[in-house]
């Protein structure tokens, strides 16, 4: 299954929640959904939906000579409604996200980028209101530290193996990756929670034994 448009798919997530798609996935046997604790919403909205448009970076030990080259020309790939998700196999010295990548993914239509690596440029980011989850942040420039080898291929970010067009959700709780195949059962079986969540939540209020509840609608 390709997503081709994401505006349906975001406004149905818009009313759910990163537990309720964990849980569901879990569910479906997809239990390595969820990505790093650490990866967490630095700048902009703590909110971020679209289609996984992958990244990978490696770690390198002087400037190339054509820097910036792979990145550049995924760049020119990218597509509205798709989330820059940036792998970098485990370099934490240098931010290799920053202000003006942010512009450039803003322009081409992204919705937000997801790396679990670092990031520049917290302020000016936020003042954009674009979307940035990272592991944390550094001043420290990513040329000849560090340089995108592939792009549009499957990566691992957070320690979870993403595809190119899987659904990516983040929020103040952390980031879930669900695969493209199971996405339309994930986000009705989520709704269906969500449901469900709701009509626990009024009979705990009023004081029901919650073993009860738990009882009748195996939710908790």
Known sequence: MVLQDMSSFAERLSRLHTALLSDVLDALGHRLGVMDFRIRPLAGPARVVGRAFTFASFAIEEPEPVPYEKLLAGYGRLSPG???VLGTNGELQSGIWGELLSTAARARGATGAVTDGLTRDLDAIDLMGFPVFARGTSPVDSAGRQSVRTFGEPVVCGGVHVHPGDVVFGDGMGVVVIPASLAEEAV?????KHRGEDLVRVELERG?????VFDRHGIL
């Not at 009705?188 to 269906?192: G, P, Q």
């Not at 029901?208 to 009860?212: I, M, R, T, V, Y």
Request: charge should be negative; charged fraction near 55%.
């Open 82 to 84: 798709d989330v820059v």
């Open 188 to 192: 009705r079986l989520a709704e269906e």
């Open 208 to 212: 029901d034994d919650p073993a009860e």
